[in-house]
């Protein structure tokens, strides 16, 4: 029977989002689902979130010292999960987690990572087809592993659909490091920074191309923070060195599923729109009537950036 693993991604109140989505997905794929979670504890919230996955078991490595994401010490236990069970399948999130450690367990295991699918199946030869927009979202590749294993694909929340389950049995098993890395694990000292995400907040501003100076960034850092919200930009700004990549949205950047999302000066390219198709309610600011994100917006407003920035800012009270 084919086995397909996830990589389960603590989130608020229990696990990521994106995990009961590639759960749904895994189960279309595979008779066989199973999940490794790396945690400081299996608390109450954890529990719950394994019960409602839909997986049949979960391989637990517990890192009690270890508070936030850890790329040597998580790898080193994707790693050795991925020796236990032997998947077919290995699917991560595209978060900052997963999209770090896919390339590092497919350079382990001498086997490819696709990036950002959109679509997996599996083909009548039983291989998985990963399929992804490629050169710019003009295409779509349907991509093979052909030989090596695991298939390993990374896929951005929003994409599959999570199909909710009465609370069911997912068998826990724990599991320990082998070799000399579990006592440094375990002091919580790998010497590795730990790594944020962003984005994820309900409301997200994000700048562009129309800013004309990294010192305006400010105005909207005051925004964001009047509106509890992530600061984010599109591609233009890394390459200008304004904000960095992690705050990037977009094709080669973050999917956001935001509630709200308040453009800036972008113009709509395609492949900026192809990292806002989760967010419920858009409105953009742009002086250009005929700008892309325009027609795409819930709330087009045609103005000057700078204008309606500082017009926000008073009317919450700055
Ligand atoms: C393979 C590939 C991957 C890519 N991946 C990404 C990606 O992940 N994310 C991404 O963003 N881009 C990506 N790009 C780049 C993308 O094609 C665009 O170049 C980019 O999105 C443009 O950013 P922008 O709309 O902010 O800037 P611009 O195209 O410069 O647009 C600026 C907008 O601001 C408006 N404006 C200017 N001044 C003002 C003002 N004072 N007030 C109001 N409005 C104003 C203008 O009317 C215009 O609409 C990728 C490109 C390629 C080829």
């Given at each position: 029977m084919r086995t397909a693993l996830i990589y389960l991604q603590e989130g608020p109140?229990?696990?990521?989002p994106v995990c009961a989505e590639l759960a749904a997905k895994a189960t279309e794929l595979a008779g066989d689902t199973a999940g490794v979670l790396i945690c400081r504890e299996l608390t109450g919230d954890l529990t719950a979130a394994l019960r409602s996955s839909g997986l049949s078991r979960v391989y637990l490595y517990t890192f009690?010292?270890?508070s936030a994401f850890r790329q040597e010490a998580h790898r080193a236990a994707v790693a050795d999960c991925v020796e236990r069970v032997k998947p077919e399948i290995l699917l991560f999130g595209a978060t900052l987690e997963g999209r770090t450690l896919a390339p590092m367990i497919g350079a382990a295991f001498k086997t490819g990572v696709t990036a950002d699918c959109t679509e997996l199946s599996i083909n009548s030869e039983g291989q998985l087809v990963q399929t992804r927009p490629a050169f710019g979202g003009r295409i779509m590749a349907s991509i093979l592993?052909?030989?090596?294993?695991?298939?390993i694909a990374t896929v951005r929340q929003g994409v599959f659909k999570a199909q909710p389950r009465a609370s069911g049995d997912c068998a826990v098993i724990p599991c320990e490091l082998p070799g000399e890395l579990r006592p440094r694990l375990q002091t919580g000292d790998d010497g590795a920074a730990p790594v944020l995400e962003q984005g994820r907040r309900p409301v997200v501003v994000a700048v562009g191309g129309?800013?004309?100076?990294?010192?305006?960034l400010v105005l909207f850092e005051q925004l964001a923070q009047k509106l509890d919200a992530d600061l984010m930009c599109s591609r233009v700004l890394v390459e200008r060195g304004f904000l960095p990549q992690g705050r990037q949205i977009g094709l080669s950047g973050s999917a956001i599923s935001a509630e709200l999302l308040l453009c800036f000066?972008?113009?709509?390219?395609v492949q900026f729109l192809s990292g806002v198709k989760g967010v419920k309610r858009l409105c953009a600011v742009n002086e250009?009537?005929?700008?892309e994100i325009m027609k795409n917006a819930d709330y087009p407003v045609l103005g000057d950036l700078y204008g309606v920035a500082r017009a926000m800012l008073a009317a919450a009270g700055d």
């Open positions: 109140g229990g696990l990521h009690p010292a270890v592993t052909r030989t090596a294993r695991p298939q129309g800013l004309k100076d990294k010192a305006d000066g972008i113009s709509g390219s250009d009537r005929e700008a």
